[in-house]
């Protein structure tokens, strides 16, 4: 049976349907356990840019805001 969408119970047109995954529950354990390792071997042999900020641990937007600002103030300097 099709999954309609929020409020859309009643419509006929093809995108108001939903995708429904059925991954079981193994697959899904080996999923994130090779993550896991994945990131594991990336952080500790220092694959990842350090200018990095996007789906990392410990990093933030905010982050991300402030090593702009350090750059933008450093080349504002280098003008002046």
């Avoid at 995108?15 to 990131?39: A, C, P, Q, T």
């Avoid at 220092?46 to 402030?66: H, I, P, R, V, W």
Wanted: proline share 1%.
């Amino acid at each position: 049976m099709p999954v309609t969408k929020y409020h859309k119970e009643d419509s006929l047109d093809s995108y108001k349907y939903r995708n429904i995954s059925l991954v079981n529950i193994g697959d899904k354990v080996l999923e994130k356990f090779l993550i896991k390792k994945i990131m594991y071997h990336i952080y500790i042999f220092g694959y990842l840019n350090d200018n990095e900020f996007g789906f990392t641990c410990q990093k933030s937007t905010t982050d991300a805001n402030m090593a702009m600002k350090q750059f933008i103030e450093t080349d504002w300097k280098k003008v002046e």
